[in-house]
């Protein structure tokens, strides 16, 4: 699922306090809580694009925005 950056961000830091409040539980013997970012995540793979010249470059980051990346 693409969602805005902004809103991977936030449930980034929603992962962060629920580990941090899971480690100070002191029983971490439990599991560890499921990532909410993780969820919104697409893929670590690095595209491969290549670009003859900067309005090629232009083009692709307007699809991308179009499709609702920041």
Not at 33 to 42: H, M, N, T, V
Not at 46 to 61: G, H, M, N, Q, V
Request: net charge negative.
């Amino acid at each position: 699922m693409l969602v805005p950056l902004s809103i991977y961000m936030r449930a980034q830091e929603l992962d962060l306090l629920a580990h941090i409040s899971w480690q100070l539980c002191g029983d971490n013997s439990a599991a560890h809580p499921a990532s909410l970012a993780d969820k919104y995540r697409i893929g670590d793979a690095p595209t491969k694009e290549s670009f003859a010249d900067p309005d090629d470059f232009e083009a692709y980051r307007a699809r991308i925005f179009a499709q609702g990346g920041e």
